[in-house]
């Protein structure tokens, strides 16, 4: 008899520990963007010219509270770059100065600051500025999904608290950064932003008309004699 409820409580014990590997293998919704079935779509990507990328992270429904900002400036997007409407995944290499994409393909995307421009199995755009931008305010990617004018004022307009157009930042408005500045960040009711810049630019980093942060790279001045 003894035997017989060893062997039954044994079986029980196994039943109950495989029901818990079962249920602890299992994917769970992550709002990073890392795990589950939503990964092609996590990372939405917006070019309202070709000047600016803007690469979202679609973490609550509609609204993004994270997004990446890749400015071109005088280089441009070139022509059939073939970037796709979203990413699996984006993030920024130490440093900041290269942002590494991933589309749903298994393409490898990189941003890179004064870096060279290639297409192959990896692809590698050479840009002038980088920056990362999260938000509790957060941007809702379903407004003016046919914009086309400035990546800034596109991010103005989907900021779910809306401060409108985005005024031009001048030199002397920098909280930090300002010229001769490669890079500066910005932490202000708490929004983040950090941004680094190529040569030609400088990083300016301030507070914008609806009490956002804003980290741009801006084209420096060319003096005449």
């Not at 079986?11 to 495989?18: D, G, I, K, N």
């Not at 509609?62 to 071109?72: D, G, S, W």
């Amino acid at each position: 008899m003894n035997n017989i409820f060893g062997i039954l409580l044994f079986t029980v014990l196994v039943s109950s520990t495989a029901a818990d590997c079962s249920e602890g293998t299992r994917p769970h919704a992550n709002p990073s963007g890392n795990v589950g079935a939503s990964l092609a779509t996590s990372w939405k990507v917006r070019t309202p010219n070709t000047s600016h990328v803007l690469v979202f992270l679609q973490d609550q429904g509609t609204i993004a509270h994270k997004l990446f900002f890749v400015e071109f400036g005088t280089v441009g997007l070139p022509a059939n770059s073939g970037l796709p409407a979203s990413f699996v995944s984006a993030s920024l290499a130490p440093g900041g100065t290269q942002l590494d994409c991933t589309d749903d393909k298994g393409t490898n995307w990189s941003f890179i600051i004064d870096g060279a421009t290639s297409k192959g199995t990896k692809v590698t755009f050479g840009v002038k500025g980088l920056t990362e931008m999260n938000d509790p305010k957060g941007w809702d990617l379903t407004r003016a999904a046919s914009f086309a004018g400035s990546g800034w004022d596109l991010v103005g307009l989907l900021q779910v608290m809306n401060p409108g157009t985005e005024p031009a930042p001048a030199a002397q408005n920098c909280n930090s950064g300002g010229p001769g500045a490669t890079s500066c960040s910005q932490t202000i009711n708490g929004g983040t932003c950090s941004t680094s810049c190529g040569s030609g630019y400088y990083a300016c980093c301030y507070m914008n008309t609806a009490g956002s942060p804003r980290c741009p790279c801006v084209a420096n001045e060319v003096k005449t004699k």
